[in-house]
T-cell receptor, first 116, second 111 residues
Framework: AQTVTQSQPEMSVQEAETVTLSCTYD???????LFWYKQPPSRQMILVIR??????QNATENRFSVNFQKAAKSFSLKISDSQLGDAAMYFC?????????????FGKGTRLSVIA | NAGVTQTPKFRILKIGQSMTLQCTQD?????MYWYRQDPGMGLKLIYY???????DKGEVPNGYNVSRSTTEDFPLRLELAAPSQTSVYFC??????????FGQGTRLTVV
C-alpha cells in the first residue's frame, strides 16, 4: 500500500519570506498523481497544486511551486513571498490511477504559521 | 455549480444512536470517498466507491456502512455511535486525472 510522510508537524515563516514543506511517499507504481491541499481554520480542503508523475516539469501556481524528485519519491512544496493568508494546515496526497488500489492517501499534515 | 454537498454540518449524537451523513455530487464523478479527520491529524479513509453499486473498505471502516445506489449519492451510516467516532467527516469525489473535490465537512460529536 502507498504511504505518504510529512516529517514536519509544524513550520513557521516570516511574512514575505520563502518556506519549503517536505513530503515523501512510497509506491511501486510508475504512474500516479501528487497533490498539495491547504486546510485553513474553516476546514475547507483547497487544492494548492498538483503534479502528474509522467511529467518531468515541476508544477507552478503563482507563489506556489513544487520540487518533484521521482527517483527519490519526494514532493516538496515551496511557498514564496509568504502571506498571512497562507497560514493553514498543508496536506500532501497521493492518488493511484488504478481503481483496485486505495485511491487517495494523505500525509499527517504540516501546520504552517506566518509571522507578521 | 454545487460540487460536493455534505449534510449536516454539525451534529451531536448520544452513545448508541445512529445517523446517516449525506453526500451528493453533481459532477458525474465515479469515484467517491469518505474520510475522517481527528484533531490535529490527517485524513483517514473510511470507505470508497468506484461507481454505482460498488463500494470498498478503506483504512478505518469499523462502525460504518455505506451504499452507492446512484452516481450522485454516497451516504455514510453510523450504527451504534461511540465516543471514538467523534471527528470531522469529509466526503470527496474525483474522476479521471482530476484532483479530488471535497465537501465542507461534518463535525460530529458523540457524548
Amino acid at each position: 500500500a502507498q504511504t505518504v510522510t510529512q516529517s514536519q508537524p509544524e513550520m513557521s515563516v516570516q511574512e514575505a519570506e520563502t518556506v519549503t514543506l517536505s513530503c515523501t511517499y512510497d509506491t511501486s507504481e510508475s504512474d500516479y498523481y501528487l497533490f498539495w491541499y491547504k486546510q485553513p481554520p474553516s476546514r475547507q480542503m483547497i487544492l494548492v497544486i498538483r503534479q502528474e508523475a509522467y511529467k518531468q516539469q515541476n508544477a507552478t501556481e503563482n507563489r506556489f511551486s513544487v520540487n518533484f524528485q521521482k527517483a527519490a519519491k519526494s514532493f516538496s512544496l515551496k511557498i514564496s513571498d509568504s502571506q498571512l493568508g497562507d497560514a493553514a494546515m498543508y496536506f500532501c496526497a497521493y492518488r493511484s490511477p488504478y481503481s483496485g488500489n486505495t485511491p487517495l492517501v494523505f500525509g499527517k499534515g504540516t501546520r504552517l504559521s506566518v509571522i507578521a | 455549480n454545487a460540487g460536493v454537498t455534505q449534510t449536516p454540518k454539525f451534529r451531536i449524537l448520544k452513545i448508541g444512536q445512529s445517523m446517516t451523513l449525506q453526500c451528493t455530487q453533481d459532477m458525474n464523478h465515479n469515484y467517491m470517498y469518505w474520510y475522517r479527520q481527528d484533531p490535529g491529524m490527517g485524513l483517514k479513509l473510511i470507505y470508497y466507491s468506484v461507481g454505482a453499486g460498488i463500494t470498498d473498505k478503506g483504512e478505518v471502516p469499523n462502525g460504518y456502512n455505506v451504499s452507492r445506489s446512484t452516481t450522485e449519492d454516497f451516504p455514510l451510516r453510523l450504527e451504534l455511535a461511540a465516543p471514538s467516532q467523534t471527528s470531522v467527516y469529509f466526503c470527496a469525489s474525483t474522476e479521471g486525472r482530476a484532483e479530488a473535490f471535497f465537501g465542507q465537512g461534518t463535525r460530529l460529536t458523540v457524548v
